[in-house]
């Protein structure tokens, strides 16, 4: 066995090296041993002469800062029921040998503070494995271990994949008279079947935790390794995916408002990638868009650090090629929260629930980005893609126990990278209390379902009624919103109405099964007024104008979306709008396109003014204006209320004051898309200045041009 030297902050390092020992559960001890040795163990040292007892893994390679190893790809392989002891050796430099240790295990179960932890898998899926070491300071390892577990439902070791989605359209629901040469551009599998039936009646949503390593109480600090991964969607078949640490979605990061969130982001992926932090004011230099930061590279790490100042649901995702890494399964949630809250975490049972939808190709794997036949690549871009299976939490189709009377209060994202989320429950009316930047300023009560673009988070509340034992679907609707028809005759592209758009059928995402709650629940009512909203006071504000359209789709498959006419490949400098630290802004979000277009602004928030459509004049159609006045980061822009000409424009406000930590100086070297730079990142002072996107968040439209970016001096 080797041990390699790691050097960390300070004068502390210590040298490490960890063991895994099988010790099977009775029955399965051999078939696990069998299971290691031959398949599952790329990174096992002498892995042609394991033995239960001495099966060694090298987590560190020699490089000095400890750069983690493994696991790539997609680790240990065990079946549910097998039981793995870990045991981790270190010495401690200093001599003194106090050292502690500590493994998580993700929210699949308990963590364990011991050397040796034996540990019996019940839960089929994918679980890290973390490894904490403490020395007699309490200063921690800054590289834990971590090994990222799957943990099968079959007993054969090879077992036959079986196709789980159903790619063709559903039945036609309703026939329709115009000819239609592709009825279904995103083809939704048969709504009625149970589609996975191995995985109805898991009784649980959990979300993995990411590990503070750090002892300050107003620091968190977290590792995240990007990485190729397995997932088990559906019993016996196993997705290649992308996850962050070994799970979907990526671990759930919580802090607390004014907390300094530090992220050792390392990139294990076979391509470039970055983290944007959707939603967070935060410097500049740490967005993680292609403005603000070069790609990092694979193998490559970078450390985000940044303050969080607004208590809210964020999330994070790669801001390089997001159609497809997004897809791919790189997401995660970051929750702020404020000790203060106008709802105290005593009064509801909260939930984090994280929406997707992915399309699977039959034999499991995600369809990968753009591919297919020029109508379906055309289909793809013009409207997005929509996938045929729904995840809440990474799980299809699951259950939850819900008790009766309890108020829940759900934070809700939307992770997809195309579909609009309109959800609802029978019988039941939600109040929703927050959105996209933390609570509003007044509850909004009596609401049917919650509709979420790509990108926005709401916060609800409701209170369930009804018997122990009933069970409870929670039911996707779908949302006109400007799908279109393609088909390609003698080498013209033909581009319709979808009669699909908005008929859909429904699907129920997610049960909840109703049980007694320990004690009499009583329901909680938010107050009145929660949170103070300052409104931007927009007397003096300089105006800026931003169309939303694309080009002409091509037989070759491609198409070009635009901000003011150009995609953000053929953007340069000259091209972005100069904004000055202080400024006031309205800018109007003009929608030229027959489809919706989800607008979101990395860095910064907005608030709507107020809605029009115009006719191909510009005489206005109808004006209307939102319930409150809102701290949002992503907006829907709805289409074109006619032919082409007419227009539908949202007119937003934005505050580019300084502040929350944020200065003027411009730290990185920008320039916009054709000077990035790093920089020195981690010195000196941290601005807000330097290169802003804003994008549809119909991530195959991003991608195909509608992005935009600003220049903040
Ligand atoms: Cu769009």
Redesign the pocket.
């Known amino acids: 066995m080797k041990n390699y030297s790691l050097s960390i902050l300070g004068k502390t390092s210590f040298f490490l090296c960890l063991l895994v020992l099988v010790v099977g559960c009775s029955d399965d001890a051999r078939k696990s041993n069998a299971i290691l040795s031959e398949q599952s163990l790329p990174w096992v040292e002498s892995s042609s002469n394991l033995t239960p007892a001495s099966v060694a893994i090298n987590t560190f390679d020699s490089a000095p800062n400890g750069t983690i190893l493994s696991p790539v790809g997609a680790g240990v392989d065990l079946y549910r029921g097998q039981s793995l002891t870990f045991e981790a050796m270190a010495t401690d430099p200093d001599g003194d040998t106090n050292l502690s240790y500590s493994w998580s295990f993700g929210a699949y179960m308990p963590a364990v503070a011991a050397q040796t932890a034996t540990v019996k898998f019940d839960t089929v899926g994918v679980i890290a494995v973390q490894l904490n070491v403490r020395d007699s300071t309490g200063k921690l390892d800054p590289t834990p271990d971590t090994i990222v577990i799957n943990i099968l439902n079959e007993t054969d070791p090879n077992p036959v994949p079986t196709p789980i989605p159903d790619p063709n359209p559903g039945p036609n629901p309703a026939p329709t008279p115009e000819p239609n040469p592709n009825p279904n551009p995103n083809p939704e599998p048969n709504p009625n079947p149970d589609p996975n039936p191995g995985i109805v009646g898991t009784q649980e949503l959990p979300i993995t935790v990411a590990v503070d390593k750090n002892l300050s109480n107003d620091i968190v600090e977290v590792d995240l390794i990007a990485m190729e991964s397995k997932v088990e969607f559906s019993p016996g078949v196993f997705s290649n995916v992308y996850t962050y640490n070994g799970v979907i979605p990526g671990p759930l990061i919580k802090t607390k408002v004014g907390d300094t969130l530090i992220v050792n982001f390392t990139n294990n992926l076979p391509e470039p990638t970055t983290i944007h932090w959707h939603g967070l004011r935060l410097p500049a230099d740490m967005d993680g868009s292609t403005v603000a930061q070069n790609p990092i590279q694979p193998g490559e790490s970078f450390v985000y650090q940044f303050q969080v100042h607004d208590a809210a649901l964020f999330w994070y995702h790669p801001h390089v090629r997001s159609n497809a890494q997004v897809e791919k399964g790189l997401a995660g949630t970051l929750l702020v929260e404020n000790p203060d809250s106008a709802i105290p975490a005593a009064e509801v049972s909260q939930e984090i629930m994280i929406f997707d939808d992915i399309l699977l190709d039959p034999t499991g794997q995600v369809t990968e980005a753009f591919s297919g036949t020029p109508e379906e690549i055309l289909l793809e871009k013009i409207n997005?893609r929509e996938g045929n299976v729904f995840l809440v939490n990474g799980k299809v189709a699951p259950s939850i126990p819900v008790e009766i009377g309890k108020t829940q209060r759900w934070r809700i994202v939307n992770i997809a990278n195309t579909r609009f989320l309109r959800l609802s429950i029978p019988n039941v009316e939600f109040t929703r209390v927050g959105g996209d930047e933390g609570l509003l300023y007044t509850p909004e009560p009596n609401l049917k379902s919650i509709f979420l673009v790509p990108g926005q988070r709401a916060d609800v509340v409701f209170t369930p009624t009804g018997v122990a034992g009933d069970s409870i679907p929670v039911i996707w609707t779908d949302t006109s919103r400007g799908r279109h028809s393609i088909s390609i005759v003698n080498g013209e592209v033909i581009m319709g109405h979808d009669h699909f758009d908005g008929v859909q059928p429904e699907r129920e995402i997610l049960t909840l099964n109703l049980i007694d709650p320990p004690a009499l629940a009583t329901a909680f009512t938010p107050p009145w007024v929660m949170e103070p909203v300052t409104v931007i006071d927009t007397t003096n504000a300089k105006t800026a104008s931003f169309t939303?359209s694309h080009g002409m789709p091509m037989p070759n498959g491609m198409v070009d979306?635009y901000i003011n006419g150009k995609t953000f490949a053929e953007m340069t400098v000259d091209d972005a709008l100069d904004v000055q630290n202080g400024d006031i802004f309205i800018w109007d979000l003009v929608n030229m396109s027959g489809?919706?277009?989800?607008f979101h602004l990395h860095g910064f928030f907005f608030q709507v003014i107020e809605t029009i459509e115009t006719d191909v004049d510009g005489a206005v159609l109808r004006k209307y204006a939102p319930n409150q006045v809102e701290n949002l980061d992503t907006v829907n822009l709805p289409r074109r209320p006619g032919v082409m000409g007419t227009k539908t424009t949202v007119r937003i406000a934005i505050d580019f004051s300084p502040g929350l930590g944020r200065t003027v100086e411009d730290t990185v070297a920008f320039g916009g898309v054709s000077a990035i730079t790093n920089g020195d990142i981690l010195s000196g002072v941290r601005g807000q200045s330097g290169g802003w996107q804003f994008h549809?968040?119909?991530l195959e439209?991003?991608d195909t041009g509608?992005m935009s970016f600003f220049e903040l001096r």
């Open positions: 997005g939303f979306f489809g919706d277009h989800p549809c968040h119909i439209h991003a509608m």
